[in-house]
């Protein structure tokens, strides 16, 4: 936890160094989508300390609760020892206003308490690493279906797309168009769509999707495939000569070392 707090500091270092205070549109959230600004902390966690690591996560999860933070802290894992957390802001200042709080929780949890917590944290993982997304609704394809489970197992699928960068307004073009197919064809899966900021190779362009299990995932995936038909096909063409590399992580959300106030 202590390296979330160390890596928003520093990214907030970033902003206030370049002068740059961005205030994000804010426009009528559903409550499947997520705030303007997303904290993505990735934790190699070593094999053996996986019990662990999973411990401490929980205890900060209770101290979160006892204290009452109003802030959103999601855990997803995966089958090789990676996790990754999410936080949520409204925009950058609102960094500033997450170290303060938790600084002001600290204080209350105890200098031995967060040693120790600390202290385990540190010695379950190789590395961590720590970046910024912005969320766009504007390229996001939103249903009735709910994203952000609260009460259960979710699988959740994450397509990283660096582009060339000369390809940017191309992509932008291209995203436009699987839009509008999306909409014409009453998909029911969403999927959300973030840009990196900080701490990424850019331009990246990050697709999230969610089911209820890996099994139901690929089978809705494979009838939106099929309904795209030819028309997806020659997109994907169009699609693929604009991006340098891919990544992909499929995870598992878990709401028993997440963090969800009630606001």
């Not at 397509?159 to 014409?184: A, N, V």
Request: contains cysteine.
């Amino acid at each position: 936890m202590e390296s979330i707090m160390k890596n928003i500091f520093a990214v907030l270092s970033l902003v206030t160094i370049a002068g740059v205070i961005l205030v994000l549109m804010h426009t009528a959230q559903a409550k499947n989508q997520p705030k303007s600004l997303v904290y993505l902390g990735e934790y190699k966690v070593k094999p053996d300390k996986v019990d662990e690591f999973e411990s401490v996560m929980k205890d900060f999860v209770k101290e979160m609760e006892k204290y009452d933070m109003p802030y959103t802290f999601r855990m997803f894992s995966t089958d090789i020892f990676v996790y990754y957390s999410l936080n949520e802001f409204d925009d950058y200042s609102m960094l500033d206003k997450f170290n303060a709080d938790w600084g002001v929780v600290e204080e209350k949890i105890g200098v031995k308490t967060m040693e120790r917590y600390h202290e385990v944290e540190f010695g379950a993982i190789d590395s961590f690493k720590g970046t910024l997304l912005k969320y766009r609704p504007d390229h996001s394809f939103v249903t009735d279906s709910i994203f952000w489970k609260k009460d259960e197992n979710s699988f959740v699928h994450w397509l990283f797309c660096y582009l060339e960068p000369s390809m940017r307004q191309e992509w932008i073009s291209i995203q436009k168009k699987w839009l509008k197919l999306y909409r014409s064809k009453n998909i029911i899966m969403p999927f959300l769509t973030f840009t990196g900021d900080i701490g990424y190779e850019m331009p990246v362009w990050i697709y999230v999707r969610a089911s209820s299990d890996r099994g139901d995932y690929f089978s809705e995936l494979e009838k939106i495939n099929t309904v795209f038909g030819e028309k997806g096909e020659i997109m994907l063409k169009q699609s693929l000569p604009l991006i340098k590399r891919i990544e992909v992580r499929h995870t598992i959300y878990r709401p028993d070392l997440s963090y969800l106030p009630e606001r």
